[in-house]
């Protein structure tokens, strides 16, 4: 019935990629660790990333519940599940994607005399990104309908998504000042191939009691989706997948909307054991003027009526038959404004600090000229993390204990707090054999016995070529 249209939104809704990557931030060894601090201190010559698997990332969580709490064969019905799973969210809950694939990428380091203290890093890679806030009031009124919420004032405005696909092309310039400081800058080119934005939305909805028993149903309505990308790939008359394939490629490779970014690293030696490593990324924007086709609905509007807008659903009745009545009523009494107006957006900071401490000097009287760190075995720390989105922050403190287990492999272990768990314990492994490294970081392991009802699971890996390493 009603319940079941709202499946799809709520596991959905629940569903998180987080931008957070705690187990990389740190690991120097890895290659990739520049593009999340580009001030890092760097371990090696060079290095060449295996196309199309040098780095791939993908996260998964649940926010407030997990797929276990309304799937589970428990006994209970589902429909009471799926209304405590309704109730038990907040319009702050959100469903966010971060997916990230290197398609190449490269380094290395140069400078005058023995120690080169330059590093020049380079590639290319594709993300997709997704946020979407919990429509709570939609939610709650798609369930209950207004018939059972005379008076109540909806919240039109927990409309809250955006959601993109587009390609970076980057250049990063790190460089070691002395064995305290060490700073970097990655400068960026994004080409968009799809956006859809829809996160300045207000207005409410209200039923309330009229004469002779009629309804008064109240609409105060600013309401924007904007799209850039689509109209070309859904509505043309093109029905070959080859020819949007093409399209998508062309827009990868500076053919789309584009735009401009910077992340700036740094690195800090208090002492030989303490050390404070910081950065911000995507610090940017994105115009979009090509392929742009915008949808608004504003203004007032009341109306008096008999029946509810949303009523219960008849008996035998479909949730397809449901909406599909729902949405010809709102055809007869709204009328949506098109416009191809360009827009602009900013791309969300992230922001990373962390401050550690070494110990467990090794036993080697050769000296790593490139990171002071390096020549401990341990160290332990806490990693802060911040991501700025529409309504507050996402957060994010990890502990972790880092390993140098031999001299090609190390380990780092870490346990998470953030808006998805208080117990996310996680693990990553890097190694350089002949001078292919791989390494390989997982989140949530405790779960990993039954992923159903894990409210967060993370994997990251990738291969390299690394050339001649400075670690000991």
Known sequence: ????????????????????????????????NLLINPGAPVTNNGFIGIP??????????MSKLTVYDVFADDGRDFNSKLKDAIYAMKDTDYFAVNQQLDLFSAGFAFGRGFEKDKYLSFGMYQETNAFVYFPKDYAVLAYEGNHENIDRVFNLGHLNTSAEILAVFHLGFNKKVNKKLTYGLRGKIYSSIFNVNATNNRGTFQTTVGENNFLNHQFYLDLEVQTSGLKS??????TELSKD???IVQRAFFGGNLGLGLDIGFTYNFTDQWMLEGS???????????????????????????????????????AEEYWDTVEEDFEELFKIDTTNTKYTLVKPIKFNAVLQYAFGKKNSKECNCLSVQEDFQNRVGAHLFLMKRPRKPQAALTAFYYRRLLSNLGIKTIYTLDAYSFSNV???VSTTIKNIHFYIAVDNLLKYKNLAKAQSVSLQLGFNYIFKSNEN
């Open 280 to 318: 911000i990324q995507d610090v940017g924007f994105i115009n979009y003027n090509k392929d742009v086709e915008n949808y608004q609905l504003d203004g007032n509007l009341t109306f008096e009526g008999i029946n509810p807008l949303f009523p219960e659903s008849g008996e035998g009745q479909t």
């Open 52 to 61: 199309f698997l040098s780095h791939i990332h993908a996260n998964l969580g």
């Open 1 to 32: 019935m009603k319940a079941l249209s709202l499946l799809l939104l709520i596991t959905t809704c629940c569903v998180t990629f987080a931008q957070n990557k705690q187990l990389l931030y740190g690991f120097h060894e890895i290659p990739q």
């Open 426 to 428: 996680g693990l990553a």
């Open 233 to 238: 790939l859904l509505e043309d008359e093109n």
């Open 245 to 247: 394939i093409s399209t």
